[in-house]
């Protein structure tokens, strides 16, 4: 059984860095983080898969980085440089699939987390 518990999100002026937390148990190949904000769609922020490829969404612009902590079964999503447009609820998501393979079928990642708010003030 796969599970998904997020941590760290929180209120931060705009500048500020936040850390995301997702501990994973059960097999995964492919780790997402995912946000959305109110009235608007769900979209990918960041993926990362076990050989460590990662890609992320245009509008992070450099300012966020992805990594999995294989030790703690740990995914991160540290967040530097946030705006305000960057509040959102995220959630990570994981799926026992390649990154390239989800892409080609377009399907959405099978396990979710429970989200954690981020809200950036300016």
């Known amino acids: 059984k796969v599970e998904l518990v997020e941590s760290g999100g929180g209120s931060v002026q705009a500048g500020g860095d936040l850390r995301l937390s997702c501990e994973i148990s059960?097999?995964?190949?492919?780790r997402f983080w995912f946000r959305q904000a109110p009235g608007k769609e769900r979209e990918e922020v960041a993926g990362i898969d076990i050989p460590g490829r990662t890609r992320y969404a245009d509008f992070v612009e450099g300012r966020f980085s992805i990594s999995f902590d294989a030790a703690e079964r740990t995914l991160y999503l540290q967040m530097n440089s946030l705006k305000p447009e960057d509040t959102a609820t995220y959630y990570c998501?994981?799926?026992?699939?390649?990154?390239?393979?989800?892409?080609?079928?377009?399907?959405?990642?099978?396990?979710w987390g429970q989200g954690t708010q981020v809200t950036v003030s300016s």
């Open positions: 998501a994981a799926d026992p699939r390649t990154m390239t393979d989800m892409m080609a079928r377009d399907l959405t990642p099978a396990h």
């Open positions: 059960g097999y995964t190949y492919s």
